[in-house]
Nanobody, 116 residues
Framework: QVQLVESGGGLVQPGGSLRLSCVVS????????MRWYRQAPGKQHELVAG????????AYGDSVKGRFTISRDNAKNMVYLQMNSLKPEDTAVYYC?????????WGVGTQVTVSS
């Protein structure tokens, strides 16, 4: 059974930082393309960042370029999202996503709230 479990969300003031983590089990992690998505209330899912199995960055969403960094540790089956210079508009539920052999897997999400 494939499981993706996110952690690291919370409440942070504007300008602050958070680091999200996602641990993956049940699939060959090093072969998986990993992405972070987010969904704010009343808005569609938005791609935040993606990274290939070997560590090559696929893309960052335009709204997070220069502020967020995606990384992975294949030895630990972990993917991370370092979020700096957070803004109120970054408030959303952040989801970890894995793609392997045309199958999609999602975590349950972690809430990030940016507010003073």
């Amino acid at each position: 059974q494939v499981q993706l479990v996110e952690s690291g969300g919370g409440l942070v003031q504007p300008g602050g930082s958070l680091r999200l983590s996602c641990v993956v089990s049940g699939l060959t992690f090093s072969d998986s393309v990993m992405r972070w998505y987010r969904q704010a209330p009343g808005k569609q899912h938005e791609l935040v960042a993606g990274i290939r199995g070997g560590g090559d960055i696929i893309a960052y969403g335009d709204s997070v370029k220069g502020r967020f960094t995606i990384s992975r540790d294949n030895a630990k089956n972990m993917v991370y999202l370092q979020m700096n210079s957070l803004k109120p508009e970054d408030t959303a539920v952040y989801y970890c996503h894995a793609w392997l052999m045309c199958a999609h897997y999602w975590g349950v999400g972690t809430q990030v709230t940016v507010s003073s």
